[in-house]
């Protein structure tokens, strides 16, 4: 029985998502929840687990392309109806020992010989985070409408050089369809040897060496000899490369675009001496309740940013335009805003107000490894309610933060430098920082934010003013 996989809605109603690797083949044999593919979201790359066990028939789309929730992006030869009692949500009871979970978020699972699964109510594994708008109550309605599948309509995703199939568009990147006008060189007629018969300059070339063309062709020809092959993401020439807005990077544009011009941002700057934080740090790092951990400058200015909200409550809330309410949150989800190799994420610790300094360090530790790995999840980028940016890491000493939509606030901590300072009535040489504060100024005031900006200073200054603070 032929079993066929659409691309799920993996959280937080997102439309599309890129196939960024497969981590099977047409033809192998794949057990329940393995890592079948991994898929990149406008938030973040998520790996997506098989549904079935049972063997891969076809992969319907390549790496790189972006695919529509919805759409078929696997089919498996799957024995029995243990699938369909799964995906059906668990409504016909199976044999214990061929039953399988449900994957709420998952996605419509096809069969052949009758109707698309309806989302099942559960999922063993994490739900979508939902955020505080309101949100429409699940129904038993199918992701797509009804579809009959035929096992000859899949096609597999080709692993060696194929002719292209007739009334297709041929497979090839922009540059190469450039390159085959330029050269009067009709792509029907050239087979493709790259993946799943993607046709390639190398190809062209080939194609024009017979040495029927005119001599201007030649000559293109072996210009184009010469220039690398461009990735297929982009589109190069030889004075500029041409990326598709795509992925983490669009998303985070559309934000900040959003923000920018719908939250009116307030930025105050505050220098202060933080030579017995420093010297606090190293007190730290040396003792043995702190062995194994990674302590940093961020590691306090977090930990300053979370008492001074116990006395500054209205940085930690949000705006919400459709209920015209202000909504003030009794917890603290800290986002610490994180450089990636696929763009900005802001990923946050739930609950770091509750967090000790040595839980609070462990939690960092894990969020920048993960971000940096690009193995964040879409539940661990929803939901913040304050951020941090560290721009001190980058040697930059002020700037002025836009905020993370959603937010009131998102403070950015400088560089520590070593600069001549009023020290006891006298000038030393200590170490200093700039704290920089965007805020939401419909929710935050200008006292608001300055006192909290005064108490994250005075803590870094002097850290046993948080006994006086908490």
Known sequence: ?????????????????????????????????????????????????????????????????VVEVGKPIVSFEVEGDAGAQAAAGGAAEAPAAKREPNLVGYGAVVETTGRPARRPRNFAASPPVE???????????????????????????????????????????????????????DLEHVTGSGPGGLITRDDVRNFVGGGDLPAAAQEL??????????????QASEREVRTPI??????????????????????????????????????????????????????????AALIALRRNPTLNSRWDEANQEIVQFNYVNLGIAAATPRGLTVPNIKDADRMTLAELSTALTGLTETARAGKTSPAELSGGTISITNIGVFGIDAGTPILNPGEAAILAMGAVRK????????????????????????????????????????????????????
């Open 246 to 303: 795509k992925g983490v990077r669009k998303f985070t544009a559309a934000a900040m675009v959003s923000s920018a011009f719908t939250a009116p941002h307030v930025t105050e700057f505050l220098t202060v001496d933080v030579t017995p934080a420093m010297e606090l740090l190293a007190r730290l790092k040396a003792s043995k309740a702190f062995a194994g951990l990674k302590l940093t400058p961020l590691t306090l200015v977090a930990k």
């Open 131 to 185: 955020t505080a708008e309101a949100r429409p109550a699940e129904t038993d309605a199918p992701l797509v409408e009804p579809v009959e599948i035929k096992p000859a309509e899949t096609r597999p995703l080709e692993t060696k050089p194929a002719a292209t199939v007739a009334g297709e568009r041929p497979r090839s990147t922009p540059p190469v369809r450039k390159l085959a006008k330029d050269l009067g060189v």
């Open 1 to 65: 029985m032929i079993k066929e996989f659409r691309l799920p809605d993996l959280g937080e109603g997102l439309t599309e998502s890129e196939i960024v690797s497969w981590k099977v083949n047409v033809g192998d044999t794949v057990s329940l929840n393995q890592i079948i593919a991994e898929v990149e979201t406008a938030k973040a790359v998520v790996e997506l687990p098989s549904p079935f066990a049972g063997v891969v028939t076809a992969l319907h789309e390549q790496p790189g392309t």
């Open 419 to 470: 600069m001549p300072w009023e020290y006891q009535d006298q000038i030393a040489l200590r170490q200093v920082m700039t704290l920089s504060l965007s805020f939401d100024h419909r929710l935050v005031d200008g006292e608001q934010g300055s006192r909290f900006l005064a108490d994250v200073g005075a803590l870094l200054a002097d850290p046993g003013m948080a006994l006086a603070m908490v």
């Open 221 to 234: 020809a072996g210009e184009a000899a010469r220039t690398p092959e461009p990735v297929p993401s982009a």
